[in-house]
């Protein structure tokens, strides 16, 4: 049963820091992975895709990394602003399948 | 152009009573997912429509749960009775899906409805 793992689950840091974010995954076998992000009391919003035969994605100031044989992916945010406060999941779809499997998502402080 | 709606928003109800969540999803998706997102989790999937067909519902507990998708756009998902359990985010997601191509676009998702059971 693929697992899908988010550490830290909470993190706060000044404005302008760049951070990380990572996503571990059980089962290298997926057809991508994908990174949402989710305010307070709203749904979730996709920021970037990457297919399985992909390394990286890039959106702005984020940069998504996957390494599908260590199943590890990274979320770069460069230059964080106050508006980037949200909760962050990482999701991968399982090969041969339209499911996706969630993290229990990152909480993210951006401090002015 | 719109995106996924539901309704309500939020719902509070006592155990043992029925409850009922509508999605609208964005037109033209063929594809609709329900998830159930408890506090501090990732969302996990209930069930899948691919038009009027549901193709995954593996995860629906069907004791109590049921879902409906008529004419292969709107969608209900009813809850009777039911359980103190039950109280989390119940997000609705629709996409694309290219079967002949084996293409997938990503899920787009609703602002989801809170459920409180006390």
């Known amino acids: 049963k693929q697992e899908v793992t988010q550490i830290p689950a909470a993190l706060s840091v000044p404005e302008g820091e760049n951070l990380v974010l990572n996503c571990s995954f059980t089962?290298?076998?997926?057809?991508?992975l994908q990174w949402f992000r989710q305010d307070p009391g709203k749904g979730l919003t996709s920021l970037l895709l990457?297919?399985?035969?992909?390394r990286e994605q890039t959106s702005g100031r984020l940069n998504a990394s996957l390494d599908k044989s260590s199943g590890r992916s990274t979320l770069y945010i460069a230059a964080s602003q106050p508006g980037d406060s949200a909760t962050y999941l990482c999701a991968v779809r399982e090969g041969g399948s339209e499911k996706l499997v969630f993290g229990k998502g990152t909480k993210l402080t951006v401090n002015p | 152009e719109a995106g996924v709606v539901q309704s309500p928003r939020y719902k509070i109800i006592e155990k043992k009573q029925p409850v009922a969540f509508w999605c609208n999803p964005i037109?033209?998706?063929?594809?609709l997912y329900w998830y159930r997102q408890n506090l501090g989790q990732g969302p996990e999937l209930l069930i899948r429509?691919?038009?009027?067909?549901?193709?995954?519902d593996s995860q629906l507990p069907k004791d109590r749960f049921s879902a409906e998708r008529l004419k292969g756009v709107d969608s209900t998902l009813k809850i009777q009775p039911a359980e103190l359990g039950d109280s989390a985010v119940y997000l609705c997601?629709?996409?694309?899906?290219?079967?002949?191509?084996?293409?997938?676009?990503?899920?787009?998702f609703g602002p989801g409805t809170r459920l409180t059971v006390l």
């Open positions: 997601a629709s996409s694309l899906v290219y079967r002949r191509e084996g293409l997938t676009d990503t899920q787009y």
């Open positions: 990457i297919q399985s035969s992909q």
């Open positions: 429509y691919e038009n009027e067909e549901a193709v995954d």
């Open positions: 037109s033209g998706h063929n594809t």
């Open positions: 089962d290298s076998a997926i057809y991508n």
